[in-house]
């Protein structure tokens, strides 16, 4: 039952907090997830059971062929510690930001996270719907109620582009469960069971109606649009939790079930994904350029960063898988802390915009200091965790294209000039005068040093969380291959 815990506490977590409110309501939540976090890492160690480390499966709607089935491998393991760890971070990083309904929103961020954590252990397609549509609400109450000037507008988009993309997942799973109906006579809804289902011409739609679904979430170059603006509205732990954990679930979702349920179709389609996630990492490197506003540049490195993961699932071999889920995590670590800096300057600045920042170094020495450090992790610096990451996805895609990985290591060059750009604006140059600012205090040096520590651990002794993900890589690799798929390259 460690699974269904996994998922309860949060939700458990978040009724009590909102109650609450105040000061004890963020004890609540830190309580919870700590409680969580424990469990998960239980699981960590654990003799794996045939393919999962941990499996639930209790009936829920056995009619229908819909269960509610729970499962955790190497892979979704390492997606629920991070999930869990941003969550602490992330009730940290917002403990002075948010004064008003201070119980409502911890509800809210306590469901999100709860929403995400179903996405990384649903094994049953009916189930997995429920915790992506779960995780949606929240979160546009998270920007629109504590957001910034246009939170209403920037959460109004957030929920029209992942609500209509994951109505075309939902006809996409349906297409599936009816195909494998009319092939077996069983109606069901499970992921195992439906692993090698053949939907002949149909497959090809089928894919891209989950393609989408993931793409803008990803979010893929062209499914974007929606992304800067959430991110720039949110308030800090919005930030955090989009850019570290919802932005995963569309890459998680490629890799778990896309990919294996039409293997074929997505070998069709890989030339076409690939050269996408080649053209996100320029594209979204000029754009952070192109901005002044310093929530928004980061917002557009995002896009940047993921199209390296897009490009490496798609590359389907094991150098680019294990490089595109190191990629993920450490790109949560970075971004979400780069973030946290963007939230804390703007709390004591009262702006984001660049030409309105300099000289900060001389007041905020720590702050500083921690934001040449994310800087330096966002440009891929060789001894942390994102340059394991992007370098794995480079040397993998480059056995599948050499021109198209050619192009996405331009996009390294923009990383370093817009991560440059970010330091040398606000924390260098004349200091306007009179100018005052409280550098960081203990609170926030704790956040921020946590995402040091992991990204330095994951930059000089990868292997741990190489060796967790590869065997479910291996399987998911294999069960492409089965059935005349994507082949490992």
């Known amino acids: 039952m460690t699974l269904l815990a996994l998922i309860a506490i949060p939700l458990a977590g978040g009724l009590l907090a909102w109650p609450a409110g105040g000061r004890l309501a963020r004890w609540i939540c830190l309580a919870a997830l700590g409680v969580d976090l424990g469990l998960a890492l239980t699981l960590w160690r654990a003799p794996a059971a045939g393919p999962w480390i941990a499996e639930l ?8 062929g819909v269960g509610f089935h729970l499962g955790v491998d190497g892979l979704s393991l390492l997606m629920v510690v991070l999930t869990l760890l941003l969550g602490i971070l992330s009730v940290l990083a917002s403990w002075t930001e948010i004064r008003e309904r201070v119980g409502f929103f911890h509800f809210n961020l306590m469901w999100i996270l709860a929403g995400i954590l ?35 507008y920037a959460a109004l988009k957030f929920f029209i582009f992942t609500q209509a993309s994951g109505l075309l997942m939902l006809l996409a799973i349906l297409g599936l469960v009816f195909a494998h109906r009319a092939q077996t006579g069983v109606m069901t809804f499970d992921y195992v069971d439906l692993l090698g289902t053949s939907a002949g011409d149909l497959s090809i739609w089928l894919l891209l109606g989950f393609f989408v679904a993931f793409a803008v979430k990803l979010p893929m170059v062209g499914l974007h649009t929606w992304l800067p603006d959430a991110h720039t509205e949110a308030p800090t732990a919005g930030s955090v939790i989009l850019a570290g954990l919802l932005l995963k679930t569309g890459a998680y979702g490629l890799l778990r079930f896309a990919l294996p349920l039409f293997p074929e179709a997505s070998r069709d389609l890989a030339p076409a994904a690939m050269a996408l996630g080649a053209a996100g990492v320029i594209y979204g490197a000029v754009l952070a350029f192109a901005q002044t506003d310093l929530k928004r540049l980061v917002a557009y490195s995002s896009v940047s960063h993921l199209g390296f993961v897009l490009l490496g699932i798609f590359a389907w071999n094991e150098l680019a898988l294990q490089g595109a889920v190191m990629t993920m995590i450490c790109h949560g ?14 709390e004591r600045l009262h702006t984001r ?48 294209s050499v021109a198209i990985t050619a192009v996405a290591t331009v996009g390294l060059v923009g990383a370093t000039i817009y991560s440059l750009w970010i330091v040398q604006k606000a924390f260098h140059g004349p200091l306007e005068e009179g100018r005052t600012l409280t550098d960081l205090g203990a609170r926030e040096v704790f956040v921020l040093g946590a995402m040091v520590v992991a990204l330095v651990w994951l930059g000089l002794w990868p292997q741990p969380v190489l ?23």
């Open 57 to 64: 499966e209790l009936p829920w709607f056995p009619r229908f």
């Open 118 to 152: 179903g996405v990384f252990l649903a094994l049953d397609l009916f189930l997995f719907y429920f915790f992506w549509e779960l995780m949606l609400v929240p979160m546009y109450f998270l920007i629109g109620i504590w957001g910034h000037e246009k939170r209403i």
């Open 333 to 346: 670590l970075s971004t979400g802390a780069l973030f946290v800096l963007v939230g804390q300057l703007k």
């Open 353 to 400: 915009d660049l030409a309105a920042m300099g000289g900060l170094a001389e007041l905020a020495p720590r702050m500083a200091a921690l934001a040449i450090f994310f800087a330096m992790a966002s440009l891929g610096l060789p001894g942390l965790g994102n340059f394991v990451g992007e370098f794995l996805v480079l040397l993998g895609s480059f056995k599948a």
């Open 467 to 489: 060796e967790t993900a590869e065997p479910a890589l291996a399987a998911l690799r294999d069960l492409a291959a089965a059935t005349g798929g994507l082949a490992m390259r």
